[in-house]
């Protein structure tokens, strides 16, 4: 695909384009204290020159001098919460003399997201093999993954606690968005890089004026993105990791982890890979009912109840769940990781616990495993 | 395994988490705390087929969701049975419903006793409690096709004389001379003159020949370990045993998470599984 130039004061010319082909814009605009993923009208809410620093149990904002509309790493918030809302009806349902009746909302809102980073985009990948790749389709998820344009932005730093490379989830921007751009400020120069990925992407970009791209600009965003890769600090090694997780299960890490985990479930919340979830049924005073879907964790005090009690009570088996979900019976249920190394589970973890240093402490053979201090604790 | 038969009528994928509604034509207390309930499409349509070992999803308006196993007659097409146990607000309600009253369904979801695989085999069914209901459909298909299985018997245990689930037709099948019915509860008073124990002891009684005989074990998940050692020490080998599974299940289509053990989600991958597959089940605690 031709890589054009999109100067930095036409972004808004892109966002009108998209907005024109019907679209709700959704991008990243400080809120809260973090850089949060919500409807915007224009440029203007993007969080120009914020920058996110995140370490273990820790996040904050920077405001710079720089220009940089995407200068921050990843939000707390994943698309997961646009494509798989956190509470979404299934049905309502009323009961008169005739007996029960359902109906089913089908409408669902056309997002156009922008600023997806090359993690986000594997999470998508990865949640659509989930909600569409089975035997059983969430419609839902479909009718909006279908219809969302899905614009991403390449990363320009990292943050202390991603960790992309080494699964295999980025920097770079994998198959599967609308359009790519590349933020580039040489000089005084303040421009982006854009291509289109898919037929939709390119009909929003034919709507825009735009030249060709030289040489050089690209060459710069090869460069960038080397560069990012570069300063990743944090690795997992996976190659052996599934087989490993699988035959030791009573691993001494198991139980020195769940004296430091709180079974929050803030790792499986900001995760946007995570998919499980429950049912509410929520009536009202007139007899009618409606049956939600709500995120629920793997963590939760109740996830596991029958009849008898929890199958999974302890913390120690719900972080095994866990853990051994995202890097080893993930690929058994959908042939890849469940986890993209966006960090998130590391930054919003309470006690700062480090997925990639369980990880590593669990390759490590149980017979010859020291009990080690951690640096968190 | 037998593949999952998918309803032509109610159940549709489009909408997998829509249930189809089915109204109660009659119910039946089966012990002081366990009811079957006999439904029929509501809108006059024929029943889903299913396979024995099967489970529907059962809504109850406003209140909730719940898995339930089928127990009726596969070859019964007047009415879907289900027999549950009132443990929980959903089952509670579930419970309470009478005739001519409203329940959702969805399914029949999960794998099945492959009863084809089974022909020309012993068959030795091993239950405790409310494991008999998705056990039940596996009887009813032995005795529809009587001639297909060899020496057949039925070792089952409840906690107390009261609890036994089908009480009546578990003397109807002991009046049949081709089918060993034995039942033992764990503990009771005098009026009890039948045998008391675990169901595990009844096993090494059968009259069945290990070396050409296919076990079904259902029930609470420490009476199927126990009962998948008695079966091993009686002579059968871990691929001639059938188990099911139970696990929390909130969607039954594999989407809701709960009830991954392992790399499975019980709801698609089981209910029913060769116990060479389970077995991994039982190895770790809290899996």
Redesign the interface.
């Known amino acids: 695909m031709e890589i054009k130039h999109l100067p930095h004061d036409k972004l808004n010319d892109l966002f009108d384009a998209i907005i024109m082909s019907d679209y709700t814009l959704v991008g990243p605009k400080e809120k809260d204290g973090v850089i949060s993923y919500d409807p915007i009208e224009s440029v203007d809410d993007l969080p120009q020159g914020i920058i996110d620093h995140q370490n273990p149990g820790n996040y904050a904002l920077q405001k710079t001098e720089s220009s940089r509309f995407f200068a921050y790493t990843i939000s707390p918030f994943s698309w997961k919460k646009f494509l798989y809302p956190p509470t979404h009806s299934l049905f309502k349902a009323t009961k008169n003399e005739n007996g029960i009746s359902f109906k089913v909302n089908k409408d669902e809102p056309k997002y156009a997201f922008i600023g997806v980073r090359g993690c986000e985009m594997t999470a998508i990948a990865i949640q659509d093999k989930v909600f569409m790749g089975g035997d059983y389709i969430d419609p839902s998820y479909k009718k909006r993954r279908e219809q969302a344009l899905i614009v991403g932005v390449e990363c320009y730093n990292t943050c202390e606690t991603c960790f992309c490379d080494s699964v295999g989830s980025g920097p770079e921007i994998p198959e599967g968005s609308d359009i790519v751009l590349t933020e580039i400020i040489e000089k005084e120069n303040h421009y982006f890089l854009v291509r289109s990925e898919t037929e939709k992407g390119q009909n929003i970009l034919n709507q825009l004026n735009l030249e060709k791209a030289d040489e050089t600009q690209s060459m710069i965003k090869d460069a960038q993105l080397e560069r990012v890769r570069s300063q990743l600090k944090r690795k997992v090694k996976v190659s052996g990791l599934q087989s490993k997780l699988k035959e030791n299960p009573n691993h001494p890490r198991w139980d020195e982890v769940a004296e430091r985990c709180l079974a929050c479930t803030n790792c499986t919340m900001v995760c946007p890979t995570c998919f499980c979830m429950t049912v509410e049924d929520i009536n009202d005073l007139d007899g009618n009912t409606e049956r939600q879907r709500r995120w629920d964790s793997c963590f939760s005090s109740e996830f596991t109840y029958i009849h008898g009690g929890n199958t999974r009570s302890s913390t120690k088996a719900k972080y095994r769940q866990w853990l051994t979900h995202k890097f080893a019976t993930w690929q058994d249920q959908f042939d890849s990781l469940g986890c993209v190394g966006c960090g998130r589970c590391i930054t919003w973890c309470p006690p700062g616990i480090d997925i990639t240093e369980e990880v590593a402490a669990l390759s490590e053979s149980p017979d010859t495993y020291h009990k080690k201090e951690s640096s968190h604790g | 395994m037998e593949n999952?038969l998918k309803s032509e009528m109610g159940f549709q994928?489009?909408?997998?988490?829509?249930?189809t509604?089915f109204?109660v034509d009659s119910k039946i207390q089966e012990t002081h705390d366990t009811w079957s309930l006999f439904l029929n499409n509501?809108n006059g349509n024929s029943l889903q087929e299913f396979s024995p070992g099967q489970f529907n999803m059962l809504?109850a308006?406003?209140?909730?969701?719940v898995p339930i196993s089928i127990s009726g007659n596969c070859q019964n097409q007047n009415s879907l049975v289900h027999t549950i146990?009132n443990?929980?607000m959903v089952s509670n309600a579930l419970c309470g419903l009478n005739q001519g009253d409203?329940v959702?369904v969805r399914g029949p979801f999960g794998t099945s006793w492959p009863m084809e695989k089974f022909k020309g085999k012993d068959v030795i069914i091993v239950s405790g409690g409310i494991g008999l209901a998705p056990l039940r459909p596996a009887v009813y298909h032995i005795l529809n096709n009587r001639d297909d299985y060899n020496h057949v018997a039925l070792a089952y245990g409840a906690r107390a004389p009261e609890e036994i689930l089908y009480p009546k037709q578990i003397m109807e099948w002991r009046s049949h001379l081709d089918l060993q019915v034995r039942v033992t509860v764990d503990s009771s008073d005098q009026k009890w003159h039948g045998q008391v124990g675990v169901v595990t002891t009844l096993i090494p009684r059968l009259n069945i020949d290990p070396d050409n005989a296919v076990a079904l074990v259902c029930g609470?998940e420490v009476m199927i370990r126990f009962g998948v050692r008695e079966l091993i020490k009686y002579g059968l080998d871990t691929d001639q045993i059938w188990v099911s599974m139970?696990?929390?299940m909130?969607?039954g289509?594999?989407?809701?998470?709960?009830c991954?053990l392992?790399?499975d989600?019980i709801c698609?991958d089981g209910a029913v599984y060769n116990y060479v597959k389970a077995e991994r089940f039982f190895k770790?605690?809290?899996?």
């Open positions: 999952i994928p489009t909408q997998p988490m829509l249930p509604l109204t509501s809504y308006y406003g209140v909730g969701e146990r443990v929980g409203q959702g609470p139970e696990r929390n909130k969607c289509i594999g989407l809701c998470g709960h991954q392992g790399p989600f698609k770790t605690k809290e899996l």
